[in-house]
């Protein structure tokens, strides 16, 4: 992919959660010492809320990820209630 054709691998994440009917958002923001974090949610109706942060927006999108079951065969995504 050319210049502005490459998509970031968080985008890669939050549309495969959209595309499985999950609200997707991130917001940045600086502590009381000025350093910059991340906060990462996504939400559905009939699984619940995922919240994460992290020291950069990939780091938190990844952890958000591992906070659910991809079914790879049908590309559902579902909360991992374990």
Do not use: P
Not at 2 to 15: A, L
Not at 56 to 61: D, I, K, Q
């Amino acid at each position: 992919m050319v210049g502005g054709d490459r998509v970031k691998y968080w985008e890669t994440i939050r549309d495969k959660l959209k595309k499985a009917g999950w609200n997707c958002g991130c917001i940045s923001s600086t502590d009381h010492e000025g350093r910059q974090f991340w906060v990462v949610a996504a939400e559905r109706e009939d699984a619940g809320r995922f919240i994460v942060h992290a020291d950069e927006m990939l780091t938190a999108f990844l952890e958000l990820q591992c906070g659910f079951v991809v079914n790879l065969n049908s590309d559902e995504v579902l909360g991992n209630h374990r």
